[in-house]
């Protein structure tokens, strides 16, 4: 079974920057592989390159998640951010731009560990060719639903997502009763949550979960439950409810013989040579029991090399090895979106007066069930009877905890009702009521909790334009792209989540960052397209990068444009697709008589 290393455990240490030795052939690890990342990318090409025999090392900067270990105090809470320069080995990797926010993840799973779970394939006409984007150039996609399709299967298998199976959760119900209204297509779409301790079995929360026959990278105590429907897929699932990466390929890929490598920061790519020699990666290995300090460089040559960091990630990779790879695609960089990603918030919804009576509270109750549970999907122009950029709209939950902040958060009506509760608490003191229990005036103050259980988050996510252009500047990620392109998508999106709000008899509010023309991304996409040829693309439709064999792209950078719906299963589809035509091809020349490691000096 493959290892799990820290970079710690089972090392002699960092070797000296000036020992001779470290450059030397005889002490340069070889491999046929090396993946960068372990998101729905990396982890798939883990398990199939392993799965054919080849060596195989994965490096992830991050650390394990396994159950249990998720951040919840404000403590642990101010210290689960990603800067190792500044001592932080968390989980939340933020990023600001021009135009645009990002948060991505950084730990063994990749996206997968904050991502809300819903594997939706790519809608079929989505598939664009020759869409045109302002500023010059086309959005092409160089393979189509069909290509993936046997992919899609495949991750599924893997993943095993389910609809939400829940009758009685308020918010569901309330998105479904509204879509009907309103003449919506509404779906519980695929989730990979685990509701039933057997298949077929009847939901129950917090029931345990055999492991699979090819055990847990956690260990093989790792204790899994079902879900306990907590509203906290989106900062990490204690239950391990979730069929996040690490429980499934990252696992399976161990097993397999993958050695699978945390807190390693791959820094340098290099080609052993231009005909498809192999590529050298210069890394270091966080340690962060040490406290940080200056990181000594190793390296690894191996014969393939597979990008799967994440479209920030990977983009960075590229764009600072540039230099080493000179005969990129001047498409390194272009065709960014952040999938048409918007959030708002219905807050306050209310059911309808009767009887002369007022209106009263609206259950949405947004902390109970899993993140995401429906889908309303909007058509596109490419789609019969659609028009404009299609997109989908979800309901978005959230932590039991954050209902806390919605309602201390309305701090006027806090002070008051709290005041009138301890000016009758005084009076009953000082005319000596003769009154012990006050469990009403408590209740009182605390209030009914009104604003919190009838509210609710929406996400929206579609097909924006993919006109962002990423760069570096003074070393650092930068990236240009503005909202100006996609206000007519953006319009679209918003009205039909106000009309969800209105049909709820609720406040539609807006993400404050929306009034500074700003929007925030959880689905970066682009930057390394898949294309035709070099003029329109960085890979080709296998995700292997134009003039260099032998290095691929398997994430979310890869994508030509906006998925869509949410990316995670058509990234898993595509690395997929991408492994199998490796192994086909890596067949094809063993049967030439062609070694698998003769490339690799």
Sequence with gaps: MGR??????????????????????????KVDAVVVGSGFGGSVAALRLAEAGQSV????????????????????????????????YGLFDAWTFRGTEGLVSSGLGGGSLIYANVLLRKDEKWFVNESPIPGGGYENWPFTRADLDPYYD?????????????QDTAKTVAMEKTAANLGLAITRPPIAVTFSAEPGAAPRTNQALPLPHYGSIHGPDTV??????????????????????????????????ADIRTFHDVRGIRPLDRDGGGYELRYVIHEPDRGGGLLTERIIHCRRLILGAGTFGTNFLLLRNHGSLPALSDALGTRFSGNGDLLTFIMDAKTPASNGSRPGVRALSGSKGPVITTAVRVPDGNDDGGDGRGYYVEDAGYPAFMNWLIETAQLKTAVKRTAKVAGQLFKDRLFDAGRSNVSADLAAALGDGRLSS???????????????????????LAIAWTMATSTAYFDRVRRTMSDIAKDLDGNFIDNPLWWAKRVITVHPIGGAPAGRHPGEAVCDSYGEVFGYPGLFVVDGAAMPGPVGANPSLTIAAFAERTCAHIVETSDKARHRGISPSDAVT
Excluded at 154 to 166: F, G, I, K, N, S
């Design 224 to 257: 899994r439950t079902t879900c306990t429907l907590s509203g906290e897929c989106d900062i990490g699932c204690n239950a391990g409810a979730k069929n996040t990466l690490d429980h499934n390929y990252l696992s399976a890929a161990a097993f397999k013989g």
């Design 154 to 166: 495949a991750a599924e298998a893997m993943l095993q997502p389910v609809p939400y199976p829940y």
């Design 454 to 476: 009838s509210s609710v988050p929406l996400l929206g996510m579609g097909r924006d334009i993919p006109d962002g252009v990423m760069t570096l500047r003074d070393g650092r």
């Design 57 to 88: 090392v994965l490096m992830e900067r991050g650390k394990p998640y396994p159950p249990g270990s998720f951040a919840r105090t404000p403590s642990e809470m101010g210290k689960n951010f990603w800067d190792p320069d500044r001592g932080l």
């Design 4 to 29: 799990l290393g820290t970079g710690n455990s089972g090392d002699a240490g960092p070797e000296p920057a000036d020992d001779p030795r470290r450059h030397s052939l005889d002490r340069i690890e």
